[in-house]
């Protein structure tokens, strides 16, 4: 009986997973390349793997039938989530129920900042709000800046950066008090002053939800731009063009490929793709599924592939691919694989070998060439019986359009 595991095993004799996608060979297409993506992401493979999943894929028959084939072992039930712990991860960080919200700005001055933090230590539900950071500091010094107001006041009133809130009941100067319901909806909001006596005793007394109690005292400009305002603003200074024109120019500096000797002998070898199970194989209940020893793959499955490596920089090489290419018969899948692309002219040796051989271009990964055998370039594998049959062409051999069998 072949499982999962098993599959496993068989596709690490395989060089990987499967054929082209799940084989790592990721075909690329400038074409359909992101440009907001092309920036952000960490490292160019990773955004090569995100961005060229629109190309077509080869086909993957002699890996999927035997997946098809293979029965799937249900993992164990993953645990119910704790309804609380859930709950908590969408709470407000001043808790359940009506919030106390008391809108500040640096512009106001530390102490009177300090001085609000000390007269409500303690009391439930409240927290010391800012719109945003000074221009021209940092966020991690502003930060820092507001931590700083806990440290000097040992208070436990909590401090946060919160421009919706600015927006959400339309604060435009400080100090303003507002009382927020649990769904964020305004309940009674004061100006000018720093005292939570006004809202509370209109709550008290039943003012109607949205009350807004007007000014009642000394406003203060706010100092800090609206964080949202000033995220917006730097996403649209973005020049997405030139940003998309760096990343394609140094995609091929990080894609490099497996560069290979060329070929100098014509020579054929045979690669025998068995794997050792070195111990049973236990299904999740303890049977054994699969015996500890040797296992070929070809005996499950046959390989209608035929792989062919190449150095496009090398015209003849080019000429191989395409002639391969067109001789596959109706039962055999070809893929070609570029051993190396010069990041000076990189797209256009791809687009130009696409082009000349009239199918998709891989870049050949490492792995694979170590497990197939693949050594020089250029090179044709096949499968051959129970092995895989490495051959290998010189330039004198592609060039007399030969047809010796190796």
């Not at 000014?215 to 030139?242: F, Q, T």
């Not at 046959?302 to 920089?313: E, G, S």
């Not at 370039?377 to 051959?391: K, N, Q």
Request: proline letters at 6%; aromatic letters at 4%.
């Amino acid at each position: 009986m072949v499982i999962k595991p098993l599959a496993m095993a068989v596709c690490m004799a395989l060089a990987t997973s499967s054929f082209a996608s799940d084989l790592g060979i990721k075909p690329f297409d400038i074409k359909t390349i992101d440009p907001s993506v092309l920036e952000q992401v960490k490292s160019v493979s990773e955004q090569a793997n995100n961005t060229m999943k629109s190309v077509d894929k080869t086909d993957m028959a002699w890996l999927e039938e035997l997946r098809a084939s293979t029965p799937q072992i249900e993992p164990e039930e993953a645990p119910e989530l704790d309804e609380a712990q859930v709950e908590a991860e969408k709470k407000h960080p001043l808790g359940d129920g009506v919030r106390t919200l008391i809108f500040v700005s640096w512009s106001m001055g530390a102490t009177a900042i300090k001085d609000i933090m000390a007269a409500y230590d303690g009391r439930p539900g409240t927290g010391i709000v800012f719109r945003g950071i000074p221009d021209g500091m940092k966020m991690v010094d502003a930060v820092q800046k507001m931590h700083m107001l806990t440290q000097d006041t040992q208070s436990q009133v909590s401090v946060l950066l919160d421009p919706l809130a600015f927006q959400r009941h339309a604060v435009d100067a400080v100090p303003a008090i507002v009382l927020e319901a649990e769904d964020d909806s305004l309940l009674v909001k004061a100006s000018g002053t720093s005292s939570t006596r006004l809202v509370d005793d209109a709550a008290a007394d039943g003012a109607k939800p949205g009350t807004d109690l007007g000014a009642h005292g000394v406003l203060s400009d706010i100092i800090e731009p609206d964080l949202l305002e000033v995220a917006k603003a730097r996403i649209e200074a973005l020049d997405m063009e030139a940003m998309k024109k760096r990343a394609i120019d140094r995609f091929w500096t990080v894609h490099t490929g497996t560069p290979l000797p060329p070929v100098t002998v014509s020579a054929k070898r045979l690669v025998d793709p068995s794997v050792i199970i070195p111990q049973d194989i236990l299904d999740h209940q303890g049977n054994v599924v699969q015996k500890a020893g040797r296992i070929n793959p070809l005996e499950m499955m046959p390989f209608n592939q035929k792989l062919v490596v190449i150095d496009p920089t090398e015209d003849w090489q080019v000429e191989l691919a395409k002639r391969e290419y067109a001789d596959h018969g109706v039962n055999l899948t070809v893929t070609v694989m570029a051993t190396q692309i010069p990041a000076t002219s990189g797209w256009e040796v791809f687009e130009a070998t696409q082009d000349a051989i009239d199918a998709p271009l891989y870049l050949l990964p490492a792995d694979m060439a170590q497990r197939f055998q693949i050594l020089r370039a250029p090179s044709v594998v096949t499968a051959e019986g129970l092995s895989f049959a490495v051959r290998e062409f010189t330039k004198a051999e592609v060039e007399g359009d030969t047809d010796e069998t190796l």
